[in-house]
């Protein structure tokens, strides 16, 4: 079954400079890799999506995420950040043609002013 | 376009009582999920209904927990008798139906915060 592990459960940036989540996972077959992000009481909104097509994916909001298969990563970037990017992010994962997604832990992203 | 609703946004109950939560999920989406997050955990997987069938209900904890999607529109995820160990958000997404191909993106609710007293 597929998993995902997010590295660092809280990260902390001072606004303006980039950032980096990162998420390892685990898949038997041709994963899908999602990003989504909560802010406080609201519902997960979707970042970007990798199903097979290109391996760097730009999502909204200025944030991309490569995928690299030989090192089984799908970590998140983004190049300088904003008091609004303060939030919490899941990595998910989803096997080809299963809606059934696993969600890693969450990391925190605190943005200092 | 409305979202995935989910009422209520927070219940609080004791140990025994029943709650029933509900969500409509996107007028047309054809799959409907339920996660939890119980607190310091990750969010898991309690069920899948296409339309008003189960697909998959391996999630789910244990016999207290039951869902429901008659008609293939809303649904409720009722817990009866709820236990301490049950407080934690609730989650709902939706999603189009397709056969075939990878996965389409979930549309998730804002949550049920359940907490059992």
């Known amino acids: 079954a597929q998993s995902v592990t997010q590295l660092d459960s809280h990260v902390s940036v001072s606004e303006g400079t980039p950032v980096l989540l990162r998420c390892n996972y685990s898949s038997s077959y041709s994963p899908s890799l999602f990003w989504y992000v909560q802010h406080p009481n609201k519902g997960l909104q979707l970042l970007l999506k990798?199903?097979?097509?290109?391996?760097l994916v730009k999502g909204i909001n200025g944030f991309e995420a490569e995928f690299k298969k030989s090192e089984t990563s799908f970590h998140l970037t983004k190049p300088s950040t904003h008091m609004s990017d303060a939030a919490e992010y899941f990595c998910?994962?989803?096997?080809?043609?299963?809606?059934?997604?696993?969600f890693g832990a969450g990391t925190r992203l605190t943005v200092k002013p | 376009e409305a979202g995935v609703t989910q009422f209520p946004s927070h219940s609080v109950i004791e140990k025994g009582q029943t709650v029933t939560l509900r969500c409509d999920p996107i007028?047309?989406?054809?799959?409907l999920y339920w996660y939890r997050r119980v607190m310091g955990k990750e969010i898991k997987f309690l069920l899948h209904f296409v339309k008003e069938s189960k697909q998959d209900e391996s999630g789910m904890p244990n016999n207290r927990f039951l869902a429901e999607r008659t008609g293939g529109t809303y649904s409720t995820l009722k817990v009866q008798p709820a236990e301490l160990e049950d407080s934690g958000v609730y989650f709902c997404a939706s999603s189009v139906l397709e056969a075939g191909g990878p996965s389409y993106e979930q549309y998730f609710g804002p949550g049920t915060r359940l907490t059992v007293t």
């Open positions: 007028s047309g989406h054809d799959n």
């Open positions: 990798y199903t097979s097509a290109a391996t």
């Open positions: 998910v994962v989803s096997e080809w043609n299963n809606n059934d997604m696993r």
